[in-house]
T-cell receptor, first 118, second 113 residues
Framework: AQKVTQAQTEISVVEKEDVTLDCVYE???????LFWYKQPPSGELVFLIR??????QNEISGRYSWNFQKSTSSFNFTITASQVVDSAVYFCALSEARVRSNDYKLSFGAGTTVTVRA | KAGVTQTPRYLIKTRGQQVTLSCSPI?????VSWYQQTPGQGLQFLFEYFSETQRNKGNFPGRFSGRQFSNSRSEMNVSTLELGDSALYLC????????????FGPGTRLTVL
């Protein structure tokens, strides 16, 4: 069974500080995808980034960066120079990609509420 | 390209009633998934439809059902509503390939009184 753990419930920072969100996952599969979604107060889940299990290269996209480490089953996400508009709930999610599996779904962590104060 | 749309955005029902929620996926997407979000249980997978067929189902009672039409639009129905069904119901669309990203709609907030 898949499992995603986000140990941080809430994080509060002052604008321009960096924020790192932790995500630890469990899966028996060798092929899987990891995602980060953002949920602002409006409720819609906004897709941020995706990484497959075969690509451990860490990247930076604008103010977002992520650190994927298979050895520790972690997929951490960092917002650099946070802004008030970054205030939202952030979810880490896992999807298996086995060819013969019908288990096409996202398993979500509990979410981390980020509050950025001006 | 228009995003995923869900109607209605807000709904208030009473216990015992039934409700139907609608989701229109991104144009060209053939897969629609439904998720329930509550403060206590978080985001939970309900079911997924692909080309009018239910391909996967989560661990929810039979009161929760869904269907997909030939234009890929999907509806989910909850019968005999209970107080615990109060939640944000999110719909996600994708091409249906296992490697694809799911894109979510704004959700329907259901309140059961």
């Amino acid at each position: 069974a898949q499992k995603v753990t986000q140990a941080q419930t809430e994080i509060s920072v002052v604008e321009k500080e960096d924020v790192t969100l932790d995500c630890v996952y469990e899966t028996r599969d060798t092929t899987y995808y990891l995602f980060w979604y953002k949920q602002p107060p409006s409720g819609e889940l906004v897709f941020l980034i995706r990484r497959n299990s075969f690509d451990e290269q860490n990247e930076i996209s604008g103010r977002y960066s992520w650190n994927f480490q298979k050895s520790t089953s972690s997929f951490n996400f960092t917002i650099t120079a946070s802004q008030v508009v970054d205030s939202a709930v952030y979810f880490c999610a896992l999807s298996e990609a086995r060819v013969r599996s019908n288990d096409y779904k996202l398993s979500f962590g509990a979410g981390t509420t980020v509050t950025v104060r001006a | 390209k228009a995003g995923v749309t869900q109607t209605p955005r807000y709904l208030i029902k009473t216990r015992g009633q039934q409700v139907t929620l609608s989701c229109s996926p991104i144009s060209g997407h053939r897969s629609v998934s439904w998720y329930q979000q509550t403060p206590g249980q978080g985001l939970q997978f309900l079911f997924e439809y692909f080309s009018e067929t239910q391909r996967n189902k989560g661990n929810f009672p039979g009161r929760f059902s869904g269907r997909q039409f030939s234009n890929s639009r999907s509806e989910m129905n909850v019968s005999t509503l209970e107080l615990g069904d109060s939640a944000l119901y999110l719909c996600a669309s994708s091409s249906g390939q296992r490697t694809d990203t799911q894109y979510f709609g704004p959700g329907t907030r259901l309140t059961v009184l």
